[in-house]
């Protein structure tokens, strides 16, 4: 049964570029959210061991009120991932520098799956529980990057909403994962692909709607309330998954959501780093809204609509 419409392809298409959605069943068929890329302008790989200096040059304070653009270099991309991980488990982080720095975590992360062969040096390069974040992650770009579709032409007739705060969020996964048993992490990683965790309002080229992209039949089988709610779209999208198998056998559940083995296989990658981690949940939260067309990608903030 179909859920959502064209939303998550074009999502996912972007999403491939940046990351954040693409898909068939349960989501969007339009066009592709991925992360410009930027070619390197290194002419040789650098190492990301680094010599001492007795007297090291401070790196200037990045500006957090910019957006920010992920390194061209393996060891800026790792040093960027790495700053980007200490910000996320620090409770004291100012939330201006948190939004700055997930949203380059999101980048950076992009930048690796640009650049595959940076990937191994990267990696060797982080904290330990950093790696697995990035590890998983890239594998769950790589399979929506499966979700093949046409490149859009026109960008969008989507409006970007300023997401739920993390704890209001995480809120109703959990009463959804108390009243159906569905795992918060599950919910939160279509949360993530179908709209930026609620970023994206507007409808999908199949018609799907709200924030977990059902489509209208589905909605009045298995919602109730409001389908733009983050809310009541999360508690909808929990009871479908339940009536589809959950949470005994979540493979098939998701994929009644959207017959995608790529969309299944990214939502397991990203739960599982979610369940793993649960810190990273504040780094998902902060990605953001990038659409690509034949023309290239482009960056939807917060309030944008379509010219």
């Not at 959210?33 to 200096?53: D, E, G, K, N, W």
């Not at 061209?72 to 100012?94: K, M, W």
């Not at 904290?127 to 093949?148: F, H, M, N, T, Y």
Request: one cysteine or more; glycine letters at 8%.
């Amino acid at each position: 049964m179909t859920i959502r419409g064209g939303i998550l392809r074009a999502f996912l298409f972007a999403l491939v570029g940046v990351l954040v959605a693409a898909c068939t069943n349960a989501g969007a068929t339009g066009a592709a959210i991925a992360t410009p890329t930027a070619t390197p302008t290194a002419t040789a790989t650098p190492t990301l061991v680094r010599t001492a200096s007795p007297s090291p040059t401070p790196s200037p304070t990045p500006n957090y009120t910019a957006v920010p653009d992920a390194a061209n270099d393996p060891v800026g991309v790792a040093q960027e991932l790495a700053d980007a991980d200490a910000a996320i488990r620090d409770p004291n982080t100012d939330p201006v520098k948190l939004a700055y720095l997930t949203h380059l975590q999101q980048l950076a992360i992009s930048r690796l799956n640009d650049y595959p062969d940076w990937q191994p040096q990267v990696l060797a390069a982080l904290p330990e529980k950093a790696r697995a974040v990035v590890a998983g992650s890239l594998d769950a770009r790589k399979q929506l990057s499966l979700i093949k579709g046409p490149t859009p032409k026109t960008l969008p007739d989507w409006k970007i909403l300023e997401v739920a705060p993390v704890d209001v969020l995480m809120s109703y996964y959990r009463e959804a994962e108390t009243k159906f048993g569905v795992p918060w992490y599950y919910l939160a990683s279509i949360h993530l692909v179908e709209s930026r965790m609620g970023r994206i309002h507007g409808l999908s080229t199949a018609g799907a709607q709200g924030p977990m992209q059902f489509m209208p039949a589905t909605w009045a089988a298995y919602g109730t309330g409001d389908v733009n709610s983050d809310h009541d779209a999360i508690l909808g999208a929990a009871r479908y998954l339940t009536a589809n198998g959950a949470p005994g056998d979540m493979e098939r559940a998701l994929y009644a959501y959207n017959h995608s083995a790529g969309y299944v296989n990214a939502l397991i990658a990203y739960a599982q780093v979610m369940k793993n981690d649960p810190a990273q949940y504040i780094g998902y939260h902060g990605w953001q809204v990038y659409y690509t067309t034949v023309d290239g990608t482009t960056y939807l903030p917060v309030g944008w609509t379509k010219p």
